[in-house]
């Protein structure tokens, strides 16, 4: 019996320690660090204070980035959610040879660069980009529309990212379901269409959920697409994150930001779990 | 059940548009990599290889390949060399605390990458040290740890433990029986969270961004440096070149796997 005891332990120990160090303790430091001063001169003073923390919410510009995060990220769930729950579906109830390739092209874009994912944006959404070009050329506009550095293409950008992450999850939990039950629901008198809603909607409830906090919680970090895809209304807090940290050099305030986003997002992954259950996201992701 | 059909038609019909909007883009890249202007939009105007060739010859970009590289590969081989270990804990033995050492160890998924850049630079920091690409390799290697960890225990749950245990009770040493039987059953996971970390530290942008110096930036950093002035058809075709080798890469390795179990008689 004790022999087991060690041997786990020994396994471990090298995750354990490279976890250990390189991120609960840094993690602990960003902590610390958001108490501490800055002097005019630009040098970090040990200290216990709030003021940091005070700087954020004194007015409205910090925290209206806080906002402007949470609003896209909430827009960036429910449009994901809509384009994501239908091919899901398609997957779980297509009897197609085709189905392995198809499944395979939804987890292509996980391979292809972020950032050119994101650039890719610009070809399409730019003012000489394909809208615009086909726009004009069908004679519907007579200058091209200004589609880029907004929300829209933000979220444009988002989308294209996180989607694959949606329908992933979806579709394992309606992959989870036992097709006997649809079909006794419809030999009971159930329409097909009565079936899908009392019956597979419900049942997909745990993947739809988990897909929402995923996207949810990778949207509020997200630093390339405001950066590529967004004009300078479009920040968000990853965003001022790292212009104080890298830009100013503000590392106090910095770690204050830092913890306010941690504390946030931890806030909604522990309300999540108590409800849901944080296993069902693992479940999918090593799916994928 | 006309009306059925024409339902599973639209469910079609949704589900081919959703692709078309995910691969237009990407599409477009690699098409206007061609595009012979000095601006690289529609319209489309002559086919040339020349931004491939100006690329070829642009000494910065083929340093942040190399680096690009070298990270990937240093990531991939420590990211699984402390991840399986962890794996096989995970999924053979039953401990105390099993959950909660667990989800800290996925932790760093759920942690925004740009919280993690701040902690790890701030340490460094702290210890007045300098970064450096040793500092970018461990990174990476906290960055791609969870993946690794999620993609060989799903593996190991799937290798039946009495294989293992025939193999000790006909007198095989427990390494002997890691080498002998867990390993090359578990071979095909590892090679995946090697290829999955590879990819996600060749893919990486903003830690990346944190940690990197003047000199061990990598093609991302560098694409992103670029972009401050407008797309350029040089980036295009750098993307296109990053999109064929990044998608390539685990179709090939997929056909590979298929290929060797199919000749081991599986």
């Given at each position: ?18 976890v ?6 840094p ?18 003073i040990p ?10 919410f ?13 609003r896209v ?13 239908i091919?899901?579906?398609?997957f779980?109830?297509?009897?197609s040879r085709?189905k392995?390739?198809l499944?395979l ?7 292809i ?36 550095y ?11 990212y996180?989607l ?38 419900p ?10 906090l ?11 697409p405001?950066?590529?895809l ?15 940290v ?34 069902q ?5 090593s799916?994928? | 059940?006309?009306r059925?059909?024409s ?14 909007w995910?691969?237009?883009?990407i599409?477009?890249?690699v ?30 970009i ?20 402390v991840?399986?270990p ?8 039953e ?9 800290l ?13 701040v ?5 460094i920091?702290w ?7 040793v ?10 740890l969870p ?13 039946k ?5 025939a ?10 029986t ?23 530290s ?23 440096g ?8 040089e ?19 997929g ?5 060797f ?6």
């Amino acid at each position: 019996m004790k022999e087991k005891n060690w041997k786990p332990l020994l396994l471990l120990s090298p995750s354990l320690t490279a976890v250990f160090l390189l991120l609960v303790v840094p993690v602990c430091f960003v902590v610390v660090y958001s108490f501490w001063l800055r002097a005019p001169s630009g040098q970090d003073i040990p200290a216990f204070q709030f003021g940091n923390y005070a700087k954020f919410f004194a007015d409205f510009f910090y925290p209206s980035i806080l906002l402007n995060t949470l609003r896209v990220a909430l827009e960036t769930v429910i449009l994901c959610l809509f384009l994501g729950y239908i091919p899901a579906f398609f997957f779980y109830k297509t009897q197609s040879r085709l189905k392995p390739y198809l499944m395979l092209l939804v987890m292509l874009p996980f391979w292809i660069s972020f950032i050119i994912r994101t650039l890719s944006w610009i070809n399409i959404l730019g003012d000489s980009g394909l809208i615009n070009h086909l726009l004009l050329k069908a004679g519907f506009i007579s200058a091209p529309l200004s589609l880029l550095y907004n929300e829209g293409a933000v979220i444009m950008g988002l989308l294209q990212y996180l989607l694959p992450f949606m329908i992933l999850n979806i579709y394992v939990s309606l992959d989870g379901i036992d097709k006997s039950l649809t079909e006794a629901a419809q030999s009971l008198g159930c329409t097909e269409w009565q079936a899908f809603k009392e019956v597979t909607l419900p049942l997909s409830m745990p993947g739809v959920s988990a897909g929402c906090l995923l996207v949810f919680v990778l949207t509020c970090g997200t630093y390339l697409p405001p950066m590529i895809l967004g004009g300078p209304g479009n920040e968000m807090i990853a965003n001022l994150i790292f212009k104080r940290v890298i830009g100013t050099l503000d590392w106090p305030f910095g770690s204050a930001i830092s913890v306010i986003l941690m504390l946030l997002l931890g806030l909604i992954v522990y309300t999540y779990n108590r409800y849901m259950g944080i296993n069902q996201i693992f479940k999918s992701l090593s799916n994928g | 059940m006309k009306r059925l059909i024409s339902g599973w038609t639209l469910i079609k019909l949704y589900t081919l548009l959703v692709y078309v909007w995910m691969f237009t883009p990407i599409v477009a890249v690699v098409i206007l990599a061609f595009n012979p202007q000095q601006f690289g939009s529609f319209p489309m105007e002559g086919f040339s290889f020349k931004w491939f060739v100006k690329l070829s010859q642009n000494s910065t970009i083929l340093d942040a390949f190399k680096n690009s590289m070298i990270l990937g590969t240093l990531t991939a081989i420590f990211s699984t060399a402390v991840g399986v270990p962890a794996a096989m804990a995970f999924i053979r033995y039953e401990f105390r605390g099993k959950e909660l050492i667990n989800t800290l160890l996925i932790a760093p998924i759920m942690i925004p990458e740009v919280v993690l850049g701040v902690a790890l630079l701030l340490f460094i920091r702290w210890l007045q040290q300098p970064k450096s690409f040793v500092m970018l390799v461990i990174g990476h290697v906290v960055l791609t740890l969870p993946y690794v960890l999620l993609i060989v225990q799903a593996r190991l749950v799937g290798i039946k433990r009495e294989y293992e245990e025939a193999a000790l009770s006909l007198g095989a040493s427990p390494f002997q029986t890691f080498r002998e039987i867990t390993f090359p059953l578990l071979a095909p996971a590892i090679f995946a969270g090697m290829l999955f970390s590879f990819t996600i530290s060749f893919d990486d942008v903003t830690a990346t961004l944190f940690w990197a110096t003047a000199q061990n930036q990598t093609v991302p950093v560098k694409i992103f440096g670029m972009l401050r002035n407008s797309i350029s058809p040089e980036i295009n075709a750098l993307g296109a070149v990053m999109i064929v080798l990044t998608v390539s890469t685990p179709l090939l390795a997929g056909y590979l796997t298929r290929r060797f179990a199919r000749g081991t008689g599986k």
